[in-house]
Nanobody
């Protein structure tokens, strides 16, 4: 069992930045592919980013490439999502995710093994 706790969400103006953190505990954190998803009101949960267990490979949603960066620190059992140049359409609840597949397969939310509780990100125009 892996427990995931997100932090770092909040309210920011368009063009601003936020860094989300996800602290993991329980089973070996480094063995999992980690990812971030988001869900806006009335919309389906959407894949945002994923990172391999070693941190050497990443996968990003096209609309966030060049603005968002995913990273991880296995020694601290933490994965991060650095979000720059935020837009109102980035407003959503952001969820941390852990899976045993690849950075490609985890983009399907059905392939996620563990979820965090979510953190709200609101970008004002």
């Amino acid at each position: 069992q892996v427990q995931l706790v997100e932090s770092g969400g909040g309210l920011v103006q368009a063009g601003g930045s936020l860094t989300l953190s996800c602290a993991g505990s329980g089973r070996t954190f480094s063995g999992y592919v980690m990812g971030w998803f988001r869900q806006a009101p009335g919309k389906e949960r959407e894949f945002v980013a994923a990172i391999s267990w070693s941190g050497s490979s990443t996968n990003l949603l096209n609309s966030v490439k060049g603005r968002f960066t995913i990273s991880r620190d296995n020694s601290a059992n933490t994965v991060y999502l650095q979000m720059n140049s935020l837009k109102p359409e980035d407003t959503a609840v952001y969820y941390c995710a852990a899976g045993v597949g690849t950075i490609a397969t985890i983009s399907n939310h059905r392939r996620v093994n563990y979820w965090g509780q979510g953190t709200q990100v609101t970008v004002s125009s």
